[in-house]
């Protein structure tokens, strides 16, 4: 069964910079897009950064230039690189996958900025 695993998430003061894992399992991952949603206290779920198979990146406007989306097909793992964070990435961050018409959702990681 398809199942995703996040990890390094954390606190980080204003300014600084955490890297998300999400280990993938379960299906052919080198064919799928691969996305990171977040959801902040009182808030919608939110896209955070989007990649293709082919290493295509969309990035919501709020994280532009501030996060870096990237996937490694040997070890069937995603990531997310955050740097410059600000108190208003204060989430919890999913890993997210659409196979099938059905979506699949790992744990969340939670990630607090603050000083």
């Known amino acids: 069964q398809v199942q995703l695993v996040e990890s390094g998430g954390g606190l980080v003061q204003p300014g600084g910079s955490l890297r998300l894992s999400c280990a993938a399992s379960g299906f052919n991952f080198d064919n799928y897009p691969m996305n990171w949603y977040r959801r902040a206290p009182g808030k919608e779920r939110e896209l955070v950064a989007r990649?293709?198979?082919?290493?295509?990146?969309t990035y919501a406007d709020s994280v532009k230039g501030r996060f870096t989306i990237s996937r490694d097909n040997n070890k069937n793992t995603v990531y997310l690189q955050m740097n410059s964070l600000k108190p208003e990435d204060t989430a919890v961050y999913y890993c997210?996958?659409?196979?099938?018409?059905?979506?699949?959702w790992g744990q969340g990681a939670q990630v607090t900025v603050s000083s």
């Open positions: 997210n996958v659409l196979r099938l018409s059905t979506d699949y």
């Open positions: 990649i293709t198979p082919a290493r295509t990146t």
